[in-house]
């Protein structure tokens, strides 16, 4: 069986369906601190299978024990942290105490337990911002933000525990911009409060609950003047996660790889594309750029293609049809 923490997240719970599809069972851990526990009952909708759920805090070293000897646990899929890059700046200890101690409790029972293939959630932001575009593994890192630091420390922490045991298998996966939703319409993306992100503002503008779009800057050296992002869609990325589970269950050691689709679209992009994928009309007004953004960001996708056999396979287009079924359907 797989564990998942933090499962029933938005990435996390896309990722579960495209483990059981590919014959995989899952036991999921999540405290449902960014997520509620109907999204595992969804999970069984779509795929027609059973997922174990413990309601527990991964921090929780008793709990997270017992769950082992519950179940036969072969590797860990570990999702489960805060993400709000603000919200780290207002509450940094928050931020690191979740998402480092989850992972050293986590570590540290796979360890005692003899189970030593893990996936791991990194990001894009652990790249210093000064590097060129597209983003290689081998780019200078840095980060600009408590947030992006917890992902850079977990990163090197898996890294020190493969080289200080060699029956570690890791691969900590670097994502960009995950939006979209299962095709189901069932599970997606469902920020609390005003959403941070692009795209589940646009489907809040289009379903009505916000009145338009604040487009942050139009000033930034690309074609049209606005942010250039490597959006991918979450079902892509949740069987990036299959392929690299594969991986790491045949290799031993420490990996970082890019999850991206390799190519950069800016915000009016979005707009536009979102616009055409369901005939609905985006108002939006021109902001002044958000402070920490940068012009532009995209991966480079090599590492993936080589090692994992994985590519993006779903366009633009569909991630914004997507995104909407979810939230009309909601
Ligand atoms: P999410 O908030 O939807 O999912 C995280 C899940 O973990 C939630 O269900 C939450 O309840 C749970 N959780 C948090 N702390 C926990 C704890 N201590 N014990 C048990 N459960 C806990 O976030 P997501 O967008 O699905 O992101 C998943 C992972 O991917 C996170 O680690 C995030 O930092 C990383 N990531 C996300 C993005 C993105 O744009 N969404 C980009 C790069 C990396
Ligand atoms: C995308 C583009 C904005 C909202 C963040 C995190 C990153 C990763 C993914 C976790 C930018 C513009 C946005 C809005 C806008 N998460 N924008 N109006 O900032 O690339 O990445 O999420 O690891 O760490 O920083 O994503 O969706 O917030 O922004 O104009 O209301 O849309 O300026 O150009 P970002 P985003």
């Not at 480092?100 to 409790?105: E, F, K, R, W």
């Not at 594309?273 to 005939?279: I, K």
């Not at 750029?289 to 287009?317: E, H, M, Y």
Request: proline residues 4%.
């Amino acid at each position: 069986m797989i564990l998942v923490t933090g499962g029933a997240g938005y990435i996390g719970s896309h990722t579960c369906v495209e483990l059981i599809n590919a014959g995989h069972k899952v036991v999921i851990v999540d405290n449902f601190c960014n997520s509620d526990p109907s999204v595992v009952e969804s999970i069984r909708d779509i795929t027609g299978k059973d997922v174990v759920c413990v309601d527990a805090d991964v921090r929780d070293k008793d709990k997270l024990l017992s769950v082992f000897k519950d179940y036969d646990i072969s590797a860990v899929v570990h999702f489960a942290g805060h993400k709000a890059v603000g919200e780290s700046v207002s509450k940094p200890l928050s931020y690191y105490q979740n998402n480092l101690d989850s992972t050293l409790t986590l570590c540290e029972v796979m360890d005692m337990q003899g189970v030593r293939t893990l996936i791991f959630s990194s990001s894009a932001t652990v790249y210093d911002p000064s590097n060129d575009m597209p983003l290689v593994e081998s780019a200078t890192l840095g980060c600009t933000n408590p947030y992006g630091w917890t992902k850079l420390m977990n990163e090197q922490i898996l890294r020190d525990l493969a080289t200080a045991n060699e029956s570690w298998s890791i691969v900590s996966l670097r994502y960009f911009n995950p939006i979209g939703a299962h095709e189901s319409g069932k599970i997606g993306e469902r920020p609390s409060g005003i959403p941070n992100n692009l795209m589940p503002y646009i489907t809040q503008v289009a379903a009505g609950v916000r009145d338009k779009l604040h487009v942050f800057g139009n000033d930034y050296p690309t074609a049209d003047g606005t942010g250039v992002r490597d959006y991918i869609h979450v079902v892509d990325l949740a069987q990036g996660h299959v392929r690299a589970l594969e991986y790491a269950q045949e290799s031993r050691g420490a990996q970082s790889i890019n999850l991206g689709s390799g190519t950069g679209c800016s915000v009016l992009q979005i707009i536009h594309a979102f616009e055409q994928a369901t005939g609905i009309t985006i108002p939006y007004v021109i902001d002044p750029r958000r402070p920490g953004d940068i012009a532009v960001c995209f991966a480079d996708t090599s590492k993936a293609k080589q090692l994992l056999n994985w590519q993006t396979q779903l366009d633009i287009n569909q991630m914004c049809e997507d995104a909407w079924r979810f939230e009309s359907q909601s």
